[in-house]
């Protein structure tokens, strides 16, 4: 096994995605060239009537427009009117085409979102039980949500406006150079220390946008832990404590989103004003060369025009930067979730199960710790026969537990070897593994789904399949009672049933899946002792053909083990069958010599 790889997220990435939607792209490219030439030539219409018509200079245009009409329709009025008409038909024309770009865009932006979303989760996959405890579901749902919904914007809303901003702005500049190339080269050196300022105030904020998007998750974490525990946080009284602690981190979110708010805000205002004093000083120049120069007093209105005309691409553009910089933070954020602890990569691919085959497991010299050298396991050394029934026990805090992860493999153990039907587990595909051993626990997950669904998950089973499961977990006849049978909902978590009938609903799973190893960690903990043994007896046959691991403290279930290990401070201090532990001198007698009749 060796540490994976992780490939981080790049704007050279998302770039490479992008120039992968060929079609959309090039409607979005296109259409924009379209928008572009229809908008660039407006602020140029009205103004030149003010030379040719008001004060009577005919020009190229009224050439034109003599050639079109006829002799009775050459005058003011109409000259005035057919430019307005054309003036608002190509306005019209423009934003709609602008409405078109924006759709590419947005298919573009969302099929990127979708992506982004595959990729991270393909990560999420990876990421080992360490990585999960580090980050947390509130951490990882601010990431899938806030960041990439932040990049989604950028993407979908900035980018598009930037090709129909730069081109509008190169186009102004053309027609500019045409009317006086003076005051088209002005406007064109005017514009880049415009932007070049307004970057220098937008990097200066893009680290209160990374504070702000760092609070946000913080306080979504600590929302999803408390709702998640509402139950048992509203039985121990302590509400208004988590609540409390919720208000204090959402008052944290406003603070930095103030901070951000404000400055990014003033960053804009000043890129702008910075605009505005050029703007000015560009007007003054242009009244000068109405004086000094042949510049007439219709093409300074449409200089006037073009001003005005180029405010909006401009601000834009100045917008997009502080947009990048939240974008990039985001991406940064993004990257976080590559470098959690992930699973060591596994190249077997041995299948050592056959299905409905019981399958023996020998585990050999296992030990394991925690980065801090606390050593969990020490020495563990186990053989299972194939259809053989154990049972582990021993005092909380002894390694049992973590044993089952590493038989699933859902820790890398630190030395020694576990094998099935003797086959190194490394060397075994995790699918197979984990397809083949079904685990049972004290406290099962169940989903805010129907009965049905939380049995199956995912798979498909049929009805009566599902009815044969509730039977042999003795909870069938509880599900029939229902008004919707196995669609009855069962809340958050399984709000709706009792402790017993989570269990239940959990060995039921179990029994659907058929699977060649069980695991029963304090799987009955909760039935009452009637109820408890119905369901041994109703598992009994199940289990005779397969390798069955118990965890349990209850001695009823530890008896029917062929054979019970002891666990003590993360080794084996005893084995054997409950009358020779029973009559030893050891720690099973410390536990269940009181109980044994």
Known sequence: MKDRQPRLLSWQWISNEIRGFKRPLLIANVVAILATALSVPVPLLMPLM????LLNNPGSTLDTLNMLLPTSWQNATVYITLIFVLTVALRISSVLLSVLQSRQFTIISKSLTLKLRQRLLQQIQQISLKGYETIGSGGLSSHLITDVDTIDRFVGETLSKLIISGLTILGTAVILLLIDWRLGLFILLCNPIVIYFSKILGSKVKELKKDENSAIELFQQSLVETLDAIHEIRTANREKHYLKRIAERAGNVKHRAIEFGWKSEAAGKLSFLV?????ELFRAVAMLMVVFSDLTVGQIFAVF?????MMTPVNELLGMQVAFYSANGALQRLNKIFTYPTIPEQNGNADPFTKGEPVAINVKGLTFNYEDDREILRGINLDIAAGEKIAIVGASGGGKSTLIQLLLALYPKSSGSISYGGCEISNIAPDALRENIATVLQ??????DSIRNNLCMGEHYSSDACWDALKVAELADFVAEMEL????PIGTRGVRLSGGQRQRIAIARMVLRNPAIVILDEATSALDTETEAKVHSNLKSFLQQRTTIVIAHRLSAVKQADTIYVFEDGQICQSGRHH??????GVYRTLYGGEDT
């Open 50 to 53: 003010v030379d040719e018509v």
């Open 275 to 279: 605009f505005l004093i050029g703007f």
């Open 305 to 309: 025009g073009y001003l005005w005309f």
């Open 443 to 448: 406290h099962p997950t169940l989903f805010n």
């Open 485 to 488: 049978n196995l669609d009855t």
């Open 580 to 585: 020779e532990l029973i009559s030893a001198e």
